[in-house]
């Protein structure tokens, strides 16, 4: 993850030239993406990444997309595009009615397809957003991604820019549970020249400008031999 927050799209999707032109699309357009050419690591896939979105093609070689769509609505309200060679009106009215937030016919225009995650992107995170609860996260932190900024419980927190992108990516989502590793390849320019210790480091910095405001808390869980998450409520 870049300082911007950019969505991350999961793109699922059997056949690569499609798929190829899809992730060149959306990256163009500022969009990062993941790719899986198989409905099977889906599930996990999503617990392991914060995606913000999910293409789905219905004609999966090894499932069926519809299914895998009402798997994918038990964990969350993450948006789901259907892609599909049918275009008859029943699979249409089928694939909305078990929550697909748009339908896409191939052939389809790269560009268009760019244009509907757009669109279903601003309906569905307004839809999303439930009053912040006393003590959640959302209600004791604000991130300004324009300015690289976080305000925690009113104060502006003197962030240096990994410790700006860890926090930011932790707050993005509370209670899920990051490894050293995922935190690394989305917050470092070039992981594979650090160290896991860093994010350690920068995690304890961290700890440290939170607790300068707040000293009776610490937002921020450690999951032994996991990683780290940010408390949903404190």
Known sequence: MKEDMKPLILIVEDE???????IFALSTEGFDTLWEAEGGPVLHRIDSHPV???ILDIGLPDMNGMELCKAIREKGNIP???????????????GLE???????????SPRELTARVRAVLRRT???????????STREIFTVDPGRHKIVYRGRAL???????????????????IFSRDRLMEMAWDEPDMSMDRTVDAHIKNLRAKLRAVTPETDP???????????????
């Open 16 to 22: 690569p030239a499609i798929a190829d032109n899809i």
């Open 52 to 54: 913000d979105l999910v």
């Open 80 to 94: 789901v595009i259907f892609l599909t060679a049918r275009a008859q009106e029943i699979d249409r009215v089928v």
């Open 98 to 108: 078990i929550g697909a937030d748009d339908y896409v016919v191939k052939p389809f």
């Open 125 to 135: 995170r307004g839809s999303m957003e439930t009053p912040a609860a006393p003590g």
């Open 158 to 176: 003197d962030l240096s820019r990994y410790e700006y992108r860890l926090l930011a990516i932790l707050i993005r989502r509370p209670g899920q």
């Open 220 to 234: 921020i869980k450690t999951h032994r031999g996991l990683g780290y998450s940010l408390k949903e409520s404190l």
